[in-house]
């Protein structure tokens, strides 16, 4: 399975970043075998609707699971449609995140959970 | 005539000329109209005091997917520029906010699964004005009202400047907002002269520059209004002779014209002797127009 | 790291000059924030003529598209203008047709209904962004050329880079000179701050702008504040803001009288608390930042 995490810098062990649209980079994390690489995110300087950029950005990478700290309702629904579960944190690094992903104990979320963006 | 009361920097006294213009000129029985192009904070009601009698909804067409019809090809998304409508795991998806109404994605729909149906972005809203108690007999006025969470003021704008009943024989004059970009450049489209409102200070000036670049882009003539004269520099009136810009009247800085201003009262009101000179100003602005035409 | 940004509804309310106090103050040893600054007023950037900023390093911003016709491929056929909703296909007077670089949003669907292909998009560079150092800290600021669009992604553009060098050096906080309005630059510059800060003056349709700023930093689910500029001006106009304000619970946290030594600062391009310490808007300024300060920490991280 195929993950995705938001971030500042695309390291592994420096604080992830909890903006979903405009996160600098997306750490793309194979669950198996914990392989990982960081993609830039092309929707980060997007004039507009950067949550449905970056949704179509990893469901075009096979993402299933998208770990950040909010998802706006148009990030939101783009998710749903991909068929990409949205999964929200605080706080941690990738490495946390995605130990707490692959233990079960991060919040899968059903419906948006941040502020409308511009 | 279409006079554009414009000015770069906000505050600067757009509204205090706009109104006081429309004001002096309608009581000399001329057929005067004031639209307040200022839709994201219009304020040239609170001097004119006009009665609403009619209202317009300012709508914007966005897509409806009739997901019956739509096979999930993508052909829409891929020609919206502005990522509005993008379709995942084959479901079309619409972002209504992001929608600049172009209509491109319908033009393009194979299946044409796709309708367009208005969504409201703001309100236009008009009648005739009375200020002071007095009919001020003649001013037509209407202004915008942009729906707070909607980005674009244009179309608001565009829609208000056809407002109903205008005709070739008015004078009208247009309350532009502030900035230089393109609110304020659909605000002056048109126009026959760009009346620039300013203040003698660092960003008055800074400002005023951008105003009369604009003003030269779009091609129409512009003449500068000095507004809190006295309380700044000679940066604005240096500026004014070196670029060639007319300084067509000026308005001293007066703190009982602030306060009367505040409290709601229109410049000509509270200091009846401004009528005079926003009827010279008039004068003055036609000939600027005419001189511009025969020169070019 | 914290974004406070200044607003107002109606613009000239005096959000340069409070913004420039503030940076003045966050600037002192006492201040218990590190920030960079951003003026999101990029229509008309007047910050810099306070901070006397010193340009490192300058980019191009290419903005919106616009169609350029190809005359020689172009057929006269007129579908271009039938579609085009921002009337920016115009006859060029030999039975062709042009596009108004003005009117044109960049929409492309005439670029698609072309029947010659005759139409392309062309990037356009509409003003420039810049990083300059001011004596009050790093400053990000935009130019942006006038009668142009897409200042709103101008205004995301500086925010960004202000943000990534606040993160990237351990700032505390980026202090953002917001335009006025409520449309699209104002809603960029809205998006993603924890605090707004709304300069409301009290005139006869003060609270009615105000009001509009507000409902803005609401839909955006951005927490305000309010401070009165020109308080004295028309006392009843101030008294009708705070009773508003008290009645939405939203905290004013200042009134700053009318004071000319404020316009004796902009003309000698100092921030007013710096030119004259003791002025009377100094000092309510003061006043004003300390209890922003207090907000501002008091923010949950």
């Given at each position: ?20 649209g405009r996160c600098e980079y997306f750490i793309f994390v194979d669950g198996d075998t914990r392989e990982w690489e960081a993609k830039a995110n092309p929707a980060a300087s997007a004039r507009g609707g950067a949550g449905p950029q970056a949704a179509q950005f990893l469901a075009s990478s096979g993402v299933e699971a998208a770990i950040s700290g909010k998802f706006g309702p148009n990030a939101y629904s783009s998710l749903e449609a991909a068929g990409i579960g949205a999964y929200e944190a605080d706080s941690g690094t990738p490495a946390d995140l995605l130990d707490r992903f692959l233990a079960g104990t991060l919040k899968q979320v059903n419906a948006p959970t941040g502020p409308k963006r511009h | 005539m279409i006079i554009a009361v414009a000015s770069g920097k906000g505050g600067t006294g ?283 | ?34 920030s960079v600054l951003a003026d999101a007023d990029v229509d008309a950037s007047n910050l810099e003529l306070v901070l006397s900023p010193e340009i490192v390093s300058r980019e191009d911003f290419r903005g919106g598209q616009i169609a350029v016709i190809d005359q020689d491929r172009c057929n006269a056929c007129g579908i271009c203008q039938d579609v085009c909703r921002f009337d920016a296909v115009l006859d060029d007077g030999e039975g062709g047709y042009r596009i108004d670089p ?200």
């Amino acid at each position: 399975m195929k993950i995705a995490i938001s971030s500042t810098d695309g390291k592994l062990d420096t604080p992830f970043n909890p903006r979903f649209g405009r996160c600098e980079y997306f750490i793309f994390v194979d669950g198996d075998t914990r392989e990982w690489e960081a993609k830039a995110n092309p929707a980060a300087s997007a004039r507009g609707g950067a949550g449905p950029q970056a949704a179509q950005f990893l469901a075009s990478s096979g993402v299933e699971a998208a770990i950040s700290g909010k998802f706006g309702p148009n990030a939101y629904s783009s998710l749903e449609a991909a068929g990409i579960g949205a999964y929200e944190a605080d706080s941690g690094t990738p490495a946390d995140l995605l130990d707490r992903f692959l233990a079960g104990t991060l919040k899968q979320v059903n419906a948006p959970t941040g502020p409308k963006r511009h | 005539m279409i006079i554009a009361v414009a000015s770069g920097k906000g505050g600067t006294g757009k509204t205090t000329v706009a109104t006081g213009l429309a004001l002096s000129l309608a009581e000399t029985g001329q057929p005067v109209a004031c639209l307040d192009c200022d839709v994201e904070a219009p304020n040239a009601h609170i001097f004119l005091n006009p009665t609403f009698e009619h209202r317009e909804t300012v709508n914007q067409l966005i897509p409806a997917v009739d997901p019956d019809l739509c096979d999930g090809c993508g052909k829409c998304a891929d020609v919206c520029q502005f990522h509005a409508i993008v379709v995942l795991g084959g479901k079309t998806l619409v972002f209504p906010e992001l929608c600049h109404g172009c209509g491109s994605c319908t033009l393009v729909c194979p299946q044409k699964a796709i309708r367009e149906v208005p969504k409201a972005q703001g309100i236009l809203e008009g009648g005739p004005a009375a200020s002071g108690g007095r009919t001020a007999a003649g001013i037509d006025f209407a202004q915008g009202l942009l729906n707070v969470g909607e980005p674009m003021a244009v179309p608001v704008i565009s829609q208000l400047k056809k407002w109903r009943g205008l005709s070739d024989t008015d004078i009208v004059i247009l309350d532009a907002p502030p900035g230089a970009s393109c609110p304020v450049v659909e605000s002056m489209r048109g126009a026959d002269f760009a009346l620039l409102v300013t203040e003698p200070t660092p960003f008055g000036l800074h400002d005023l520059r951008l105003a009369v670049e604009l003003a030269r882009e779009i091609d129409i003539p512009a003449g500068v209004i000095v507004n809190r004269d006295g309380i700044g520099d000679a940066g604005v009136d240096d500026y004014c002779r070196e670029a060639g810009v007319p300084i067509l009247m000026r308005i001293p800085m007066d703190r009982q014209i602030a306060e009367a201003l505040a409290r709601g009262e229109s410049l000509v009101d509270a200091f009846p002797e401004y009528r005079d000179q926003f009827r010279d100003l008039h004068d003055r602005i036609v000939e600027q127009i005419v001189r511009q035409r025969v020169g070019s | 790291m914290k974004q406070l940004v200044i607003l107002s509804g109606k613009g000239g309310t005096g959000k340069t000059s409070v913004t420039a106090a503030f940076a003045h103050l966050l600037a002192q040893e006492a201040s218990p924030f590190r920030s960079v600054l951003a003026d999101a007023d990029v229509d008309a950037s007047n910050l810099e003529l306070v901070l006397s900023p010193e340009i490192v390093s300058r980019e191009d911003f290419r903005g919106g598209q616009i169609a350029v016709i190809d005359q020689d491929r172009c057929n006269a056929c007129g579908i271009c203008q039938d579609v085009c909703r921002f009337d920016a296909v115009l006859d060029d007077g030999e039975g062709g047709y042009r596009i108004d670089p003005l009117a044109c949003d960049g929409c492309a669907a005439c670029v698609y209904q072309c029947p010659e292909e005759a139409i392309s998009l062309h990037d356009q560079v509409v003003g420039q962004w810049f990083r300059s150092e001011s004596r009050f800290g790093p400053l990000f600021h935009a130019a942006l050329r006038p009668a142009q669009e897409n200042s709103g992604k101008l205004v995301t553009l500086v925010k960004q880079q202000a943000r990534l060098l606040a993160l990237d050096e351990d700032y505390d906080l980026v202090l953002v000179d917001g335009p006025p309005g409520i449309g699209c630059p104002v809603i960029s510059a809205v998006s993603g701050a924890d605090l707004a800060l709304i300069v409301a003056e009290p005139t006869a349709s003060g609270v009615h702008d105000m009001r509009r700023a507000l409902e803005t930093t609401n839909h955006f689910d951005v927490p305000a504040l309010v401070c009165i500029n020109k308080a004295d001006i028309y006392p009843e106009g101030a008294a009708e803001i705070e009773t508003f304000c008290q009645s939405e619970g939203i905290p004013v946290v200042g009134r700053i009288p009318f004071d000319t030594t404020v316009t004796g600062a902009m003309v000698q391009g100092q921030p007013v608390t710096y030119f004259q310490p003791d002025a009377p808007a100094s000092r309510a300024l003061l006043r004003v930042w300390d209890e922003v300060a207090d907000i501002i920490e008091g923010l949950a991280e």
